[in-house]
């Protein structure tokens, strides 16, 4: 677990490399900027939410084939994405209240483990 610096510092060097690259959905998962994900190498999806005194942004970070893949909330093509999480990973539907309903700032929630699934 993360504290809200980290995850604050986390999220502004991901911002600095990648910046806020729109996301590109496709049947077979997802793209941003130099990043692809697909869908059936995701094993792990987490959420977080950084300070609102920051502008209260969400992340959601998909683990896939070893690489960590985050995108915000902010990004262009973002509502896209979330429609196909939650239509193939069903268990993220809920994720933003999820975050809303007492996650500390800075934790990690997890919305989806492969090893979980049976």
Not at 48 to 73: I, K, N, Q
Request: hydrophobic share 40%; proline share 4%.
């Amino acid at each position: 677990m993360g504290t809200i610096s980290n995850l604050s510092d986390w999220s502004q060097r991901r911002r600095d490399v990648v910046g806020l690259a729109p996301i590109a959905v496709s049947l077979h998962g997802f793209a941003t900027g130099d990043m692809h994900v697909a869908w059936q190498a995701v094993s792990e999806i987490r959420a977080a939410r950084t300070d609102p005194a920051s502008g209260g942004e969400s992340l959601v970070e998909f683990v896939a084939a070893g690489t960590c893949v985050v995108v915000s909330d902010r990004q262009p093509g973002f509502d896209k994405l979330e429609k196909a999480m939650s239509a193939v990973f069903p268990a993220t539907a809920s994720w933003r209240e999820m975050l809303q309903r007492g996650l500390p700032l800075g934790e990690r929630a997890t919305l989806y483990s492969r090893a979980n699934q049976t």
